[in-house]
């Protein structure tokens, strides 16, 4: 039902009235006093994968393009990546072009509306978005970029640029120019 309702109304505004844990999804707006303890800490909640703290909101996140799931806070980017000192061990082959930059300062969810992840069909893409640079219309949702990173076979993510976009900005057309020397 969900699956249809999304196909007929894409980008719409999604509302999901008495809501329970097991309905909760991407895009919509979940209503019920049955929501259980659970939502609560469902919200995609970062640590520093260097010095363990919390990214919270107001922290710039800095996420690798070439490791799945590996996130660094804005104080060990300054500390061991721009400055060169990269003494960590779970920083080698990473210098500072190999990570994604997140301002990270909007505390409520970020929703793209038109744009569905070319992986996981999902639509708006909820969260971060990743956009293909050398594709025409190539973007994948953040849980989905982790994925293909991981994945051995994933041809597509280690050949081509990807751009990250946070928040909507309808005046800008995506065409950041590749800095990324990982790219051919
Ligand atoms: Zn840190
Ligand atoms: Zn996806
Ligand atoms: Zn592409």
């Not at 999901?16 to 019920?32: D, I, K, P, Y």
């Amino acid at each position: 039902m969900y699956e249809i309702i999304e196909k007929m109304m894409p980008g719409s505004k999604k509302i999901e009235l008495f809501a329970r844990n097991n309905n909760l999804r991407e895009g919509w707006l979940s209503v019920g006093n049955q929501l259980g303890e659970n939502y609560q800490q469902w919200k995609n909640i970062l640590t520093c994968d260097l010095c363990d703290n919390l990214i919270s909101v107001g922290i710039k996140r800095y996420k690798s393009k070439k490791k799945a799931n590996f996130d660094i806070c804005e104080v060990c980017f300054n500390n061991s990546v721009k400055s060169k000192v990269n003494s960590n061990e779970k920083l080698k082959e990473h210098s500072e072009v190999d990570f994604f930059e997140f301002v990270n300062n909007i505390d409520e969810d970020i929703l793209h509306h038109y744009f569905s992840c070319n992986n996981c069909n999902s639509e708006p893409i909820w969260g971060n978005r990743f956009h293909c640079l050398e594709c025409d219309n190539f973007d994948l949702c953040e849980a989905c970029f982790d994925k293909e990173l991981a994945s051995e076979n994933s041809v597509h993510i280690k050949s081509h640029c990807f751009s990250n976009i946070e928040v909507m900005n309808l005046n800008k057309v995506d065409s950041s120019s590749c800095q990324w020397n990982g790219c051919a």
